[in-house]
């Protein structure tokens, strides 16, 4: 009888697995949507009271959520990718190599902001503003600006594509690849080297990306238990 609703399943093509897996997938979905909400209104306010410029602690704050973060979005993939119909594992297994990707990308960049950056002298940061710096342009900007425009918007992208179903399913295919495409679009800027065309990617995994958590959560909440 397992065998058979694993099947029926499968056939359907629609997110699915155990209730443990639904589970999981609702809570890494929620637990995205909470630390991205909160990384946003550190990030703005940090901004209104720097006066334009992100300063300390917000900076620090930011850069420490972004370290939690990332493992989180792996956990979230990792359950779409369990409970992804057979026909689109390849799809979500795509955006979950993407994903890690971009995880461990962040994690470098911003691991070096809040350990060596910090300990340098003065004189250090103005030798290497342009490897280690956080103004563009600079190496380690250039790295988190590709692992959060290209990487990200092509898991995201992949990921739509795991989500095969009617209702619920085909929103969050659609909210998927819009926020995957808005993040590829933020790579306009530092290709033509005005950043202000970054601010598309930025709506894509700062409003994007939050909305559509809550939507894969709910998708998680009322899929079928094999």
């Not at 443990?20 to 637990?31: E, M, N, P, V």
């Not at 470098?108 to 103005?126: A, G, P, Y």
């Amino acid at each position: 009888v397992i065998l058979m609703n694993e099947i029926i399943l499968n056939q359907m093509d629609i997110i699915s697995g155990s209730h443990k897996i639904l589970q999981f997938g609702l809570r890494s979905a929620w637990a995205n949507f909470v630390l991205f909400i909160f990384y946003d209104l550190t990030v703005i306010t940090g901004i209104v009271i720097g006066h334009g410029i992100l300063k300390e602690p917000f900076l620090a704050i930011a850069e420490v959520m972004t370290l939690v973060g990332a493992p989180l979005l792996i956990l979230l993939m990792v359950a779409i990718h369990e409970c992804a119909p057979q026909s689109a594992k390849v799809f979500s297994l795509t955006a979950l190599g993407w994903i890690v990707l971009l995880a461990g990308s962040t994690i470098i960049v911003h691991f070096v902001n809040l350990t060596l950056w910090r300990q340098i002298s003065d004189q250090q940061k103005i030798d290497y503003v342009r490897f280690l710096g956080w103004e563009w342009p600079s190496m380690m900007f250039a790295i988190e600006l590709v692992a959060w425009h290209l990487f990200f918007g092509l898991s995201m992208f992949f990921a739509a594509f795991a989500f095969k179903g009617k209702g619920q399913e085909k929103a969050v295919r659609m909210t998927l690849l819009a926020t995957g495409l808005l993040c590829i679009l933020g790579l306009i800027g530092p290709i033509v080297g005005d950043l202000i065309w970054r601010l598309i990617g930025m709506f894509g995994y700062g409003v994007g990306f939050p909305i559509v958590c809550v939507m894969i959560a709910r998708v998680f909440r009322n899929a079928p238990s094999n």
